[in-house]
C-alpha cells in the first residue's frame, strides 16, 4: 500500500493530466472529423453510379481524395503538415497541434464510414421518400442519416479508438497525452510501472468508450 501511496504522490498528477489531454484531443478531433466526414461520405454516396444524383467525375474525385487520405500512414502525415498545423492552430505541439493532423487522418476515413452506413439503408425508403415528393436534402436528412443513424453512432466509437491509437502516437512528437507519458517516463526513463499504469489506462478508456457506443447503438436502433 505504501507504494502504491508513493507511486500516486508521485505520478497521480501527471497521469490525470495525461489522461485528460489524451481525452480532449481524441474527442475534439473525432467532432471535427464528423463536421468534415459526413458531408464528404453523403456527397460520395449521393453522386455515386447508382445514387440519387450521379455524377462520375465528381465522385471519382472525391474517392480519390478519400483514398490518398486513407493510405498516408500518420507518422508520416503527422510530420509532413506540420507547416499546415502551425498555420491553423499557431504551433504544432500540445493538444493543439495535435487535433490538426488527427481530424485530416480521421476525416476520409469517416467519410468511407459514412458512405458505407448509406449503403445500408434499405433502398425501399428511399424510392418511398422520392414518391412522396421528397426533395433529395429531405431524403438525405430525413431518411439516410436518421435510418442509419446506429451504424453511424457503432462508426463513431471505432473512430474514436482509432483516434486514441493516433493520440498515443502524437504523444511520441511531444503532443502530450498518456503516449508522451509513456515514451518520456516508461522507455526512456526505464520506469516500467509508468508504462503499464499508462497502457491500463488506454484499456480502460477505451473499453468504456467502446461500451457506450453499443449502447447508444442499440437505443436508437428502432428495428429493435
Known amino acids: ?34 463536421v468534415i466526414g459526413i458531408p464528404l461520405g453523403v456527397a460520395v454516396s449521393v453522386t455515386a453510379p447508382d445514387g440519387m444524383r450521379p455524377q462520375r467525375a465528381v465522385n471519382m474525385v472525391l474517392g480519390w481524395i478519400i483514398n490518398i487520405g486513407r493510405s498516408i500512414p500518420f507518422v508520416i502525415l503527422l510530420v509532413a503538415i506540420i507547416p499546415f498545423t502551425r498555420f491553423v492552430v499557431g504551433t504544432s505541439l500540445g493538444v493543439p497541434g495535435a487535433i490538426v493532423p488527427l481530424v485530416v487522418a480521421a476525416a476520409p476515413f469517416v467519410g468511407r464510414m459514412v458512405e458505407q452506413s448509406l449503403a445500408e439503408v434499405d433502398s425501399g425508403l428511399v424510392e418511398a421518400a422520392h414518391s412522396f415528393g421528397a426533395s433529395t436534402w ?8 436518421r435510418e442509419s443513424l446506429p451504424s453511424l453512432v457503432r462508426g463513431a466509437s ?3 479508438v482509432t483516434l486514441f491509437g493516433y493520440a498515443a502516437i502524437a504523444g511520441t512528437v511531444g503532443a502530450g497525452g498518456l503516449g508522451d507519458i509513456a515514451i518520456r517516463y516508461g522507455y526512456q526513463r526505464f520506469q516500467g510501472d509508468v ?24 437505443k436508437v436502433d428502432k428495428r429493435k
Open 138 to 145: 429531405q431524403v438525405v436528412t430525413k431518411v439516410l442519416l
Open 1 to 34: 500500500m505504501d507504494a502504491i501511496q508513493a507511486f500516486i504522490d508521485q505520478y497521480g498528477v501527471l497521469l490525470a493530466e495525461g489522461t485528460w489531454d489524451t481525452i480532449v484531443m481524441t474527442t475534439l478531433s473525432t467532432l471535427f472529423a464528423y
Open 195 to 218: 508504462m503499464i499504469v499508462s497502457v491500463v489506462l488506454c484499456v480502460v478508456l477505451v473499453q468504456v468508450v467502446q461500451t457506450l457506443g453499443d449502447v447508444i447503438a442499440r
Open 158 to 160: 471505432i473512430t474514436f
